[in-house]
Structures are given as structure tokens and as C-alpha cells.
């Protein structure tokens, strides 16, 4: 079974910065439009990043854009997500997932369009 591994994640202050990687073994994620979704406690789930598969199209959350940069190497089969001045709201469990259905982003992405999601990696950002 298909499924992308999140890493990256955990605890940072106000201000600080993350990396998370998106991988998988068995998949290559080059053949994908590739998104970042995060979830908080209590809130839905929502696209925060996604990037086309070779076209360099992409997608950023209003409240991401400036501070976060996706990126992929498909020679190393990852998908990046770098995150700068990191806020107390970004705080979530973060996952990526491939789209299924197009090959470059468009708007804002449709969740349901993507699959193979992993089991996410927490981001907690306090002081």
C-alpha cells in the first residue's frame, strides 16, 4: 500500500524556522502534483502548500505566503516544506498527499482530489 512519510516536524519558538520533508518508498512522487495539508485540534483540515509536478505551478495558504516555500527534488523523491517566522497558529499536524487527479496546481487546491496521505508530523510552535 501507498503512503508518503512525513518528517520534520517539532518544537519551535515564535520566529523559528522548519523544514519538513515529504518521502516515500516504492512511489515516485515526481509523477505528482505533491500538497502540504495541516490539521489543529478542533479545526478542519487545509491545504497549506502544493506544487505542480513539473511545471513549477504552485499553491500557498494566505497566511503562509512569504514565510513558506515548497519545493521538490525528484531525484531524491521529496518534497519540501520550508518554513520560516513560524507563528503560534501554525501549529498542527502537518501532511502531504498526492494528487490523483491533475498534474499541475491550479487555485486552491481540492482536498479530495488527494491521496496516499501519511500519518503527519506535529508542529508546535510556543515559547
Known amino acids: 500500500q501507498v503512503q508518503l512519510v512525513e518528517s520534520g516536524g517539532g518544537l519551535v519558538q515564535p520566529g523559528g524556522s522548519l523544514r519538513l520533508s515529504c518521502g516515500a518508498s516504492?512511489?515516485?512522487?515526481?509523477?505528482?502534483?505533491i500538497g502540504w495539508f495541516r490539521q489543529a485540534p478542533g479545526k478542519e483540515r487545509e491545504a497549506v502548500s502544493c506544487?505542480?509536478?513539473?511545471?513549477?505551478?504552485?499553491y500557498y495558504l494566505d497566511s503562509v505566503k512569504g514565510r513558506f516555500t515548497i519545493s521538490r527534488d525528484n531525484a531524491e523523491n521529496t518534497v519540501y516544506l520550508q518554513m520560516n517566522s513560524l507563528k503560534p497558529e501554525d501549529t498542527a499536524v502537518y501532511f502531504c498527499?498526492?494528487?490523483?487527479?491533475?498534474?499541475?496546481?491550479?487555485?486552491?487546491?481540492?482536498?479530495?482530489?488527494?491521496?496516499?496521505w501519511g500519518q503527519g508530523t506535529q508542529v508546535t510552535v510556543s515559547s
Open positions: 498527499a498526492a494528487n490523483l487527479m491533475r498534474t499541475r496546481v491550479d487555485g486552491r487546491p481540492i482536498t479530495h482530489e488527494y491521496a496516499y
Open positions: 516504492g512511489f515516485t512522487l515526481g509523477d505528482y502534483a
Open positions: 506544487i505542480g509536478r513539473s511545471d513549477g505551478s504552485t
